[in-house]
């Protein structure tokens, strides 16, 4: 399985950096590299549909400028939904993993990221249509071409997991996983992560806590209140915390694309959560006690 030391604990996620987002010009995309880079933040992770299959190339674009060199930092792609967007229209929203399409969908993920390998290029989604030897076959090829380092997937089951692994080995999954996400911790998915020694990567890692004032982000408020003082840490940070105290919870995918937060992620590595206190955030979100 994938050796997951060189990868960054927290990564970047760009998906907002572009136009689904912030809509950054070239040098504050540079800029925000730079700054992730010199705050230990060398894992960038990406999709190909990010900012409607644009925001790969906005972020190439200003990595080839950017004087950054491309062995200090990880690139993570995913391929395999197919959307509606001006730069590819789509007819239906639907999945693609056949043989040719995962080889071209990579080599144009090298492309617009003006790169010559992925260090791991992940399914986005399963589809109920995959086939595991066109998979393998496809990931075979790229690999022994030196065009990724190693294959995963995102959002995937268990189970799916397995269908995948009757042809060749999974080295990371991608899940959303929160405080007020957390149904990944029960449905074997991270359990199947540690089992089998994969990459666990979790995204969305604040769930719903400032999205949301619902009861659920009520009851942790007023849990993680008196922690804000004993850790002295903010409460994004303590979520992260609580993220990563979870043995599968090494890498976490953080989505802001504002400096501050993503150093105040960096900090929140440094923190050690005690176990009564993760349980109590626990009962918080989940509204009752552990059986």
């Known amino acids: 399985m994938q050796k997951n030391t060189f990868y960054s604990r927290v990564i970047a996620g760009t998906m907002t950096w572009?136009?689904?987002?912030?809509?950054?010009?070239?040098?504050?995309?540079?800029?925000?590299?730079?700054?992730?880079?010199?705050?230990?933040?060398?894992?960038?992770?990406?999709?190909?549909?990010?900012?409607?299959?644009?925001?790969?190339?906005?972020?190439?674009?200003?990595?080839?400028?950017?004087?950054?060199?491309?062995?200090?930092?990880?690139?993570?792609?995913?391929?395999?939904?197919?959307?509606?967007?001006?730069?590819?229209?789509?007819?239906?929203k639907h999945y693609n993993y056949d043989t040719e399409y995962i080889i071209w969908s990579a080599e144009e993920s090298l492309k617009k990221l003006k790169t010559e390998y992925l260090d791991m290029l992940l399914l986005h989604r399963p589809s109920p249509l995959m086939q595991p030897d066109a998979i393998a076959e496809a990931i075979t090829k790229l690999k022994d071409q030196g065009k990724i380092k190693s294959f995963g997937v995102s959002n995937f089951l268990p189970s799916q997991i397995a269908l995948i692994e009757t042809a060749l080995p999974v080295e990371g999954n991608q899940v959303e996983f929160s405080l007020t996400q957390n149904e990944v911790m029960n449905d074997g998915t991270l359990d199947d992560a540690l089992a089998n020694k994969r990459m666990a990567m979790s995204y969305s890692p604040l769930g719903s806590y400032f999205r949301k004032d619902d009861e659920v982000s009520q009851r942790v408020k007023k849990a993680i209140k008196p922690m804000l003082e004993k850790y002295e840490?903010?409460?994004?940070?303590?979520?992260?915390?609580?993220?990563?105290?979870?043995?599968?919870?090494?890498?976490?995918?953080?989505?802001?694309?504002?400096?501050?937060?993503?150093?105040?992620?960096?900090?929140?590595?440094?923190?050690?959560?005690?176990?009564?206190?993760?349980?109590?955030?626990?009962?918080?979100?989940?509204?009752?006690?552990?059986?």
């Open 18 to 92: 572009g136009s689904w987002g912030k809509g950054f010009s070239k040098s504050s995309i540079i800029e925000l590299m730079n700054h992730c880079v010199d705050e230990g933040i060398t894992t960038f992770d990406h999709a190909d549909i990010y900012g409607g299959y644009t925001t790969e190339e906005d972020f190439g674009n200003a990595f080839k400028d950017s004087n950054i060199s491309r062995e200090k930092v990880q690139f993570i792609s995913k391929c395999g939904i197919q959307m509606d967007a001006d730069a590819r229209k789509n007819h239906v």
């Open 233 to 291: 840490a903010t409460e994004d940070q303590l979520l992260l915390a609580w993220v990563m105290k979870h043995p599968s919870g090494k890498f976490t995918v953080v989505g802001t694309a504002t400096k501050s937060r993503l150093s105040a992620a960096i900090d929140a590595t440094k923190i050690e959560l005690e176990q009564t206190d993760w349980f109590i955030l626990l009962e918080a979100a989940n509204g009752q006690e552990v059986a």
